[in-house]
């Protein structure tokens, strides 16, 4: 098992980022790699954590008005090919199905058959499909605002495929919505995107920068795409979700009108926004150190373990009741209007090994009961956000009370945290010269600020030093400056960083 | 709108059965057929009485000590080819993959180009991808039993579809499980299909008949199947769920070993068993009637409808503030350890078409306000167990007050008669003779015990007659007796019907 004197998972973030990424998700028990390529089975830690996402994430959409439903997961390929930009963006990475039978083949073993007459492509997004049901449902204006999100799976044959960030299929929902006019679903896409934002923030300790993608990067078929772009440890951003303004793109590809009051007949506004398993991605880079992870607590499966400690000469019955009363008495407060979520690790292992596992799984807090600790209606107290070995004895009662606070103390501490380390990366540079001097090899690099304007002229310099414009931020940016590449004025400030 | 001198669906049940089903789909907006052969979409009234199902089983689950997980949608042909009976079994309507990307064809459209080297079936159940992981998961006996669940689609390229009975996608959970013998595996078995058969009684109010498949229609590559069956108001038998007892056939066809307490290595045993959005036409095809869907209050989206009544000549803001108000009155009683579900209709849409919308999707209460009922402080009740036209005048004290034993009474009187149409359409016949009278042309019907051998002989028979064999019951059928059909001794009781 872990040896206390290293750190758990090897390497640690100083010696190799990518591979402690890798060990990570392994040391935590979130997933692994699945015999088809470039899909990953998410395992019960890693999906529970999803679970308390979506549940957490669902509940806002519903308070935002919004209904999930359910749409096929196969779209014909006429229907991709109806958005002109959408097709060129998902063509060149799609499962297609041509077939829908195995039958035995000449040399005995099975091969497709029953070619289909139109193939299918397996949604990689679902625009195109809940746009032709749009279409259909949609005659007056009326039948507006459609406000709709699915939870789904879908895929995109990515050629580098790696756990949570990049994966040929992913679990993802996928909000769309359709309005009479532009404003409402500019609102919507706004609104969906602040609700995104505080999602991150408030639940998953991420501090996230909201802005407008430029042009290079919008989704294909958008009119506008906005962000959530956060900071990983390796001073890299990552997209953790979009909303987009789709205009009336959609709409005229696929015929989705109405009449207005006038009973003239107009094409609807829609918008789209998601989020996926990436945002797991998202939360392991974020926190993790090199003991493991660290679950934020509002997304903890497990907020609290318990971990009796049986010695020789002690009795096992007397220290187990005591662990499985104050598990039921903890299970019996609120936090965050949800029950606390407590396990007794009774498993038969070696103390160390048992304590690291949880420490590796980033559970927040952890009470060792013995037998002297039963005695003094006491727990030795354990914070995955403190080192291993700063543990204290806390009474009973004392814990109970104060147990609510020191959740809120730690998920505030990881935010708090996070922006930190964020803020500590992040410069504003001036010119191409400092632009280029920051992102050059071998220096740390991070999020860089400057005015820049949203065109393809200097795309040739970021990719020569594999940076990409994250957003246009929309906070504090109303003054305008010359861009640092081109010399225009009048640009608003962007944010640049290597990415994922 | 519905002339209530006629009923809200036509045709009716006694007209035509069959299209009084799809007619029932569409009037409660729970689906409707999308442009993918065989696929449905599912509208935001069918999918949160989906929603509804899952929290319930999900809660059945993990309190049986089961995790959620996730496994990746294809399946390599290599992996379905493993196991004999389980490829004959789905082989044969299975949509597949052999492409990964689109691009330009010779004559400008779009062709399946990138061709797989093994192609991929899409997951039409998932014994096999999760059996390979099983295999690497579980080296001893310590790590056993595994008690894995998935919620996923699945894909099975049926000839014939009808909408949540049979389609080419659907929603299901596949729960996977492995154990140390195979006592405990059966006794799992046995364990789900309890899960089942209870929340299909205590939440959608489905009566079931759990028993044991014949090898005829066992699950392709199970040692033994276990059903519950339901009877749906043409007298036809549905298969709701099903739990399998797979034996060591997957464990060997994938080498899922274990070494045991003494070091021999042994292959583990392993079951499955799984409900589906199928459950959703059963609940249609059990509590709707001529009017529509009739909703049981445990899995209705909305409870309670509360409709505003206005009239020229009053204040519809006091009115509508009465509505408000009585609302969140009923959000704050918890039914069933969950707050009521309560929608305020403030649409501006003429108030019989209103009312019979609600009728027809099934919500169990719809709570009429107008001026005069504001001034009593009362509400005019109509319950969707009842005729459209018996309403009452309700105290608001006394709804408060009485709501939840309403909703009791309104789950359980579905039950009974449920129970009651079952039992009515139920008989036990003595002889063959008997047999195909009940089952002749232009009888009605229903379900058929009578004591049968579990073997071929008499397929041709139940062929003719369009019946199968649903179960051989569990419950009461200890008494032994003669095969009506081959005349072998010491069988058991079998039920037959016609079947979904």
Redesign the interface.
């Known amino acids: 098992m872990a040896n206390q004197q290293q750190s758990a998972i090897q390497p640690t973030r100083a010696q190799d980022y990518p591979e402690w990424y890798q060990q990570v998700v392994k040391a935590a028990d979130l997933a692994?790699a699945?015999?088809?390529r470039g899909?990953?089975?998410?395992?019960?830690w890693g999906?529970?954590i999803?679970?308390g996402m979506q549940k957490d994430l669902d509940r806002r959409f519903k308070e935002t008005g919004h209904?999930?439903?359910?749409?096929?997961?196969?779209?014909?390929?006429s229907?991709?090919?109806k958005e002109a930009e959408h097709?060129e963006g998902f063509?060149?990475?799609?499962?297609?199905?041509?077939?829908?039978?195995?039958?035995a083949g000449p040399d005995g073993?099975?091969?497709?058959a029953?070619k289909l007459e139109e193939?299918?492509?397996?949604r990689p997004t679902s625009e195109t499909?809940i746009g032709?049901?749009f279409a259909k449902w949609i005659q007056s204006y009326r039948d507006l605002p459609i406000l709709?999100n699915q939870w789904?799976?879908v895929?995109r044959?990515e050629l580098r495929t790696r756990m949570f960030l990049r994966t040929t299929?992913f679990?993802w929902q996928e909000g769309h919505t359709a309005h009479a006019t532009a404003d409402e679903a500019v609102a919507e896409t706004m609104q969906m995107l602040e609700v995104y934002r505080s999602f991150a923030e408030e639940v998953m300790a991420l501090p996230v920068i909201c802005g407008e993608k430029t042009a290079a990067e919008r989704f294909p078929g958008a009119v506008s795409t906005f962000t959530i772009e956060a900071m990983m440890q390796d001073r890299k951003a990552l997209q953790a979700g979009t909303s987009h303004f789709l205009g009336q793109n959609f709409a005229k590809a696929q015929e989705i009108t109405y009449s207005t009051v006038d009973g003239t007949l107009e094409h609807a506004w829609t918008t789209s926004w998601g989020v996926s398993t990436r945002l797991i991605g998202a939360l392991i880079m974020t926190h993790s150190d090199d003991d493991g992870l660290i679950c934020p607590p509002a997304l903890a499966p497990q907020q609290i373990v318990i971990l009796p400690v049986l010695r020789k000469n002690t009795d096992p019955a007397e220290i187990m009741d005591y662990c499985d009363r104050l598990a039921a008495e903890l299970r019996g407060i609120r936090w965050r209007d949800e029950r606390l979520r407590v396990l007794v690790d009774k498993r038969d292992l070696r103390g160390g090994e048992k304590t690291w596992q949880h420490i590796k799984k980033g559970v927040p807090l952890r009470l060792e009961i013995g037998a002297r600790d039963v005695e003094s209606d006491s727990v030795f107290m354990g914070r995955r956000d403190q080192s291993p070995k700063d543990k204290r004895g806390v009474p009973r009662a004392e814990l109970l009370q104060t147990v609510c606070a020191l959740l809120d103390e730690f998920q505030a501490g990881m935010l708090a945290k996070a922006i930190a380390y964020r803020d500590e990366a992040t410069t504003e540079v001036s010119t191409q010269a400092e632009f280029e001097a920051y992102f050059a090899k071998g220096q740390p690099g991070g999020f860089a600020w400057c005015f820049a304007a949203d065109d393809a002229t200097y795309e040739p310099l970021l990719k020569t030093l594999k940076v990409s414009a994250r957003c246009i931020p929309i906070a504090d940016n109303d003054a305008l400056g010359t861009c640092i590449f081109t010399g225009t004025p009048g640009q608003k400030k962007t944010v640049f960083a290597k990415s994922y």
């Open positions: 692994e699945s015999p088809v899909c990953m089975v998410i395992k019960p999906y529970a999803w679970e209904s999930n439903a359910y749409f096929p997961i196969f779209i014909p390929k229907f991709l090919e097709v063509a060149k990475e799609c499962a297609v199905v041509t077939h829908h039978r195995l039958e073993g099975l091969v497709p029953g193939p299918l492509v397996v499909i032709a049901m709709i789904a799976n895929v044959w299929e679990l």
